[in-house]
Each structure stands twice: as structure tokens, then as C-alpha cells.
């Protein structure tokens, strides 16, 4: 018995793989990368040199996940590039790759025969 819900309409996905479904309020940030030449000159005038607009990181948080869960969502994500789906206002996609993932070992006894449970399992998934 899952602890997580795995998607299965496609709004949650790594390449092909389906994903659990996140916890609600995934953060977003769209972020813009300005070369390091840029600043404000003696005038105060701000000069900026864009290298790159709107890349975008998403965060996914799982309040309780079992230690299958979490290890299949590793696997699929952790130190590798990939294909990534996600729901915004309708589903979007983009190349990414795993910036950092950390989570809590809650029990081992408890679904052991899952692996155990962890908590505030978060992943977060950055444009390449």
C-alpha cells in the first residue's frame, strides 16, 4: 500500500515516468541570470547584460512518502538530465536536472516492508 499518489494523467512526470504527486502549493521560481559584468556604475546607473531569462526551478514536496517512494523518485531524478512535466496552469515542460533533494527518516519499523517513512521528502528540479 502507497504512501503516495503516483500520477497517472501525466501532469507529473520525469522523461516517460510517472511521479508521485507533490504536496500542495509547489513553489516556482522563474529566475534571470545577468552576466558578471553587470552593476551600477559611479552615475548610479544600473547596466545589466543578460545571459539568460526565465529559467525556471520547481520545487516538489512530499509531507509523508515510503523509503520505495522516495528511492524510485531518486533514482529517476537524482545526478542525472532529464524530461521534466509539471502542472501550472495547465501541464508544462522543460529540460532539468536535480539541484539538491533532502527528506527526514521518520521510522524504519513502521512499512518496513516499504522501506520505511520519511518526511518533508523535497526535490528540487532546475532548468538546464
Same mark, same amino acid.
Not at 545526478?79 to 536536472?97: I, L, M, P, R, V
Given at each position: 500500500?502507497?504512501?503516495?499518489? $503516483?500520477?497517472?494523467?501525466? /501532469? @507529473? ?6 511521479? /508521485? ?16 559584468? *553587470? ?10 547584460? @543578460?545571459? !539568460? !531569462? ?21 533514482? $529517476? ?8 512535466? /509539471? @502542472?501550472?496552469?495547465?501541464?508544462? *515542460? ?6 539538491? *533533494? *533532502? /527528506? ?6 513502521? !512499512? ?15 532548468? $538546464?
Amino acid at each position: 500500500m502507497a504512501i503516495a499518489k $503516483l500520477d497517472t494523467q501525466g /501532469y @507529473w512526470m520525469v522523461g516517460d515516468n510517472h511521479i /508521485y504527486i507533490p504536496a500542495p502549493n509547489v513553489k516556482i521560481e522563474h529566475t534571470n541570470v545577468a552576466s558578471a559584468d *553587470s552593476g551600477r556604475t559611479e552615475d548610479g546607473v544600473m547596466h545589466i547584460n @543578460w545571459v !539568460r !531569462r526565465d529559467v525556471k526551478k520547481v520545487n516538489l514536496v512530499y509531507s509523508s512518502i515510503s523509503g520505495d517512494e522516495k528511492d524510485y523518485m531518486m533514482g $529517476l531524478m537524482q545526478g542525472k538530465e532529464f524530461t521534466f512535466t /509539471y @502542472w501550472d496552469n495547465g501541464a508544462k *515542460s522543460f529540460q532539468g536536472y536535480c539541484g539538491e *533533494s *533532502s /527528506y527526514e527518516a521518520y521510522s524504519s519499523v513502521h !512499512r518496513e516492508e516499504e522501506g520505511g517513512i520519511y518526511t518533508n521528502f523535497s526535490i528540487n528540479v532546475i532548468e $538546464l
